[in-house]
């Protein structure tokens, strides 16, 4: 069974970054488009950045320009660095690989924006 297991979430003020890491395991990892996910308190998860098989990208626009999404092939390996982060950032974050119909997401990591 395929397994995507986030980390590098954290506690950080406004303004500061954090990169975040999602690795996969058991997973055919080069032909999944790969993206991150988040939900705050009370809301809907909401889609954060897609990165497909050929390293295109796609953002929601309230992180572009802030937020960078990439993927490293060789180690099963993508990453969000985040920049320039405000409280409206603060969420659990979740990576997703999906092909098709087949869809796999990692268990969450914490991302807490606040003075």
């Known amino acids: 069974q395929a397994q995507l297991v986030e980390s590098g979430g954290g506690l950080v003020q406004p303004g500061g970054s954090l990169k975040l890491s999602c690795t996969a395991s058991d997973l055919l990892f080069t032909i999944y488009t790969m993206g991150w996910y988040r939900q705050a308190p009370g809301k809907e998860r909401e889609w954060v950045a897609s990165?497909?098989?050929?390293?295109?990208?796609t953002y929601t626009e309230s992180v572009k320009g802030r937020f960078t999404i990439s993927r490293d092939n060789a180690n099963s390996l993508m990453v969000l660095q985040m920049n320039g982060l405000t409280p409206e950032d603060t969420a659990i974050y979740y990576c997703k690989a999906n092909l098709g119909a087949r869809a796999y997401w990692g268990q969450g990591t914490q991302v807490t924006v606040s003075a």
């Open positions: 990165i497909d098989t050929g390293h295109g990208t």
